[in-house]
Nanobody, 123 residues
């Protein structure tokens, strides 16, 4: 399985970005997918996730601003990021868990596949 993120950029506060994560390979069992971020000098943390039923979940600081979605036909995961603030500055990673389906984990140790990351900078 390969995951490739795109869409990161440098933007001004208040602007929007949409991150994409294209999956390829043996992806039939990748029901739980999520986005994590890692700021400079910080640990990587969970941002949002979506499982087999399509129900999204979000970290509190992004609720109401970020939207996670997936297009199964395109094997692509998205993160729509609105009302960006400087605190959102980080490297964003998509990840997939081959073991879970409906209820996804927020622990990065439970994820088996990772993309290379895409940088989001908000000033």
């Amino acid at each position: 399985v390969q995951l490739v993120e795109s869409g990161g950029a440098s933007v001004q506060a208040g602007e929007s970005l949409r991150l994409s994560c294209a999956a390829s390979g043996n992806i039939r069992t990748l029901d739980c997918q999520g986005w994590f971020c890692q700021g400079s000098g910080k640990e990587r943390v969970w941002v949002a996730g979506i499982g087999s039923l399509g129900t999204p979940s979000y970290e509190d600081s992004v609720k109401g601003r970020f939207t996670i979605s997936k297009d199964n036909a395109k094997n692509t995961l998205y993160l729509q990021m609105n009302s960006l603030i400087p605190e959102d500055t980080a490297m964003y990673y998509c990840a997939a868990d081959r073991d879970r389906a409906e209820t996804c984990s927020v622990d990065q140790r439970d994820y088996d596949y990772w993309g290379q990351g895409t940088q989001v900078t908000v000033s």
